[in-house]
């Protein structure tokens, strides 16, 4: 059974860091195209970042380029989202995912299969 479980939420002020984790359980990390999407109330869900199964390739979202960095620990079987320079337009409930493809440029919330039941991030201006 493939669980994923996201952590590493909280309130924090704007210009302040938080770390996100993903730990999976039933797949490898490595095995998978892992993704984190957030998505804020009223709102659709939207990708902000994705590391390819073979570690090669990340996407970002425009809106968190050069503040968050993806990265994982296959032998922790781990991934990760430091977010830096958080602002309140951030604030949203965060998910981890994996998916079986890969696509160049994008994320699409229809290729992810599993999904955790995420983490509330809140910045305060």
């Known amino acids: 059974q493939v669980q994923v479980v996201e952590s590493g939420g909280g309130l924090v002020q704007a210009g302040g860091s938080l770390r996100l984790s993903c730990t999976a359980s039933g797949l490898s990390v490595d095995d998978y195209t892992m993704a984190w999407f957030r998505q804020a109330p009223g709102k659709e869900r939207e990708g902000v970042s994705s590391?390819?199964?073979?570690?090669?390739?990340?996407y970002y979202a425009d809106s968190v380029k050069g503040r968050f960095t993806i990265s994982r620990d296959n032998a922790k079987n781990t991934l990760y989202l430091q977010m830096n320079s958080l602002k309140p337009e951030d604030t949203a409930m965060y998910y981890c995912a994996a998916a079986s493809v890969w696509r160049y440029g994008t994320i699409s919330t229809a290729d992810f299969r599993y999904w955790g039941q995420g983490t509330q991030v809140t910045v305060s201006s």
């Open positions: 590391i390819k199964w073979s570690g090669s390739s990340t």
